[in-house]
């Protein structure tokens, strides 16, 4: 059982809109901590995809985004394309732990 | 740009000894900033192992704390990773990162399988 949890799957048509849900507690999110967002496309390493919330590295598409609000944080890809079906995974820091925590991912399906 | 490439034998015995290591490349490992071991079981999510800062010092998950070492070795630009007492639960792609001071992870390894099994 993941410390971050997340739902399994996400699904959407093509140009629609998808969000993926990521619920903390008062040890990560919750006290503070930056959320971050990883893709993990089939049989490769993750990859940054937004960092400190709501922050994009170069290159990653506008589609792209976050946001946090309390022990929660969501990521939004709009405009939703055949290429960003992969895993994605939430990440914070949990002061219980003294690290790096989480999310069990949630896979996104183009249908 | 920092680049980072897992090695070591991808299968080991049930109560053996895990070893792997990462080598650092486009970068020094002597810099200001944290190394990190991720693993993720086959199908599944991933799970942060423990970290170990350029001036050694180190941090574990609480779950996997009694078996594991993380070590660095600045003269080979490289860090290691020994998980002992391994059973087929530790079977995982094992992955190596570069943790950024802001607390991400924005450089990873491909990743290396390792299967417990005898």
């Known amino acids: 059982q993941s410390v971050l949890t997340q739902p399994p799957s996400v699904s959407g048509a093509p140009g629609q809109r998808v969000t993926i849900s990521c619920t903390g507690s008062?040890?990560?999110?919750?006290?503070?901590?930056?959320v971050h967002w990883y893709q993990q496309l089939p049989g490769t390493a993750p990859k940054l995809l937004i960092y400190?919330?709501?922050n994009r590295p170069s290159g990653v598409p506008d589609r792209f985004s976050g946001s946090k609000s309390g022990t929660s944080a969501s990521l939004a890809i709009t405009g939703l394309q055949a290429e960003d079906e992969a895993d994605y995974y939430c990440?914070?820091?949990?002061?219980?732990?003294?690290?790096?925590?989480f999310g069990g991912g949630t896979k996104v399906t183009v249908l | 740009q920092v680049q980072l490439q897992e090695s070591g034998p991808g299968l080991v015995r049930p109560s053996g000894t895990l070893s792997l290591t990462c080598a650092v490349s486009g970068g020094s490992i002597s810099s200001d900033n944290w190394w990190t071991w991720v693993r993720q079981p086959p199908g599944k999510g991933l799970e942060w192992i423990g970290e170990?800062?350029?001036?050694?010092?180190?941090k574990y998950n609480p779950s996997l704390k009694s078996r594991v070492t993380i070590s660095l070795d600045k003269s080979q630009n490289h860090f290691s990773l020994k998980l002992s007492s391994v059973t087929a639960a530790d079977t995982a792609v094992y992955y190596c990162?570069?943790?950024?001071?802001?607390?991400?992870?924005?450089?990873w390894g491909q990743g290396a399988l390792v299967t417990v099994s005898s």
């Open positions: 990162a570069y943790y950024d001071s802001r607390g991400f992870f924005d450089y």
């Open positions: 008062s040890s990560n999110i919750g006290a503070g901590y930056d």
């Open positions: 170990i800062y350029h001036r050694g010092s180190t």
């Open positions: 990440h914070s820091y949990d002061s219980s732990l003294s690290g790096s925590v």
């Open positions: 400190d919330n709501n």
